[in-house]
């Protein structure tokens, strides 16, 4: 299949994938409470601010760069505050939010320099101590990762970067990398788990929680 920009890939499938990774309650609420002021990055249709509103996280505000993924979440949640971002720049205050999530939003991006990029603006929005939340996916060793993994060394560079043949590019991080990724941050969790991918795999995966530096 012709490979399609990353962003008509995510409108053209915006009304047929779901989502799976789920928000940890007992987690969140170590961090943060009920009025705290919550930004999903790549929320997709909402679906994860919608189990946070019904769990009385209410304040809070989803943008991603597919509009038909937005329009999806506005028809299906219209009670959220869910909004098109057209770069990683999110034109937020600075200092003024008080935990970004990130739920399989670095799997979208395969290059260092534009996920980089994105923990800068991240940290300006940001409060002094406020939180990053990350689930992901990690480099797998099963025979069928590695082969797409060694398949698309040489076009991309990055081990674990491959393109799906539905036409879109994702990524599974080494964990050493996401570490470095996340070097201006304090990591208070980090944890390895196992996901359930949205074409149905297991991969494996990590949950994230990092706190900006005062
Ligand atoms: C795998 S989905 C996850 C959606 C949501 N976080 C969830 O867990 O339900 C990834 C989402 O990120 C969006 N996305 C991918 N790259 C993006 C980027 N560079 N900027 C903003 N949104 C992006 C896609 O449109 C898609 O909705």
């Known amino acids: 299949m012709k490979k399609l920009s990353q962003k008509a890939y995510w409108n053209g499938v915006a009304a047929e994938k779901s989502f799976t990774l789920r928000p940890d309650f007992s987690l969140l609420k170590t ?30 505000l989803g943008l991603d760069f597919s509009g038909a993924m937005i329009a999806r979440g506005k028809k299906s949640y219209p009670r959220l505050n869910i909004q098109i971002i057209e770069s990683s720049h999110t034109n937020l ?28 603006e991240i940290r300006r929005i940001l409060k002094p101590g406020g939180y990053i939340y990350i689930t992901d996916f990690l480099l797998n060793d099963d025979k069928r990762n590695r082969e797409r993994y060694n398949a698309f060394m040489e076009k991309y560079g990055i081990y674990g970067v491959f393109d799906l043949p539905e036409g879109v590019t994702l990524r599974h991080h080494d964990e050493d990398y996401v570490k470095q990724l996340m070097k201006d941050f304090a990591i208070t969790h980090f944890e390895k788990t196992q996901n359930r991918t949205m074409n149905g795999h297991i991969s494996n995966g990590f949950v994230l929680m990092a706190q900006k530096k005062r």
């Open 31 to 60: 961090c943060i409470g009920k009025d705290a002021f919550i930004v999903d990055y790549g929320c997709g249709y909402g679906r994860t601010l919608e189990e946070l509103y019904l769990a009385g996280y209410r304040n809070s």
């Open 93 to 120: 205050p600075d200092c003024s939010v008080d935990m970004v999530l990130l739920f399989a939003l670095l799997t979208c991006i395969a290059e260092d320099k534009e996920q980089q990029e994105l923990m800068k």
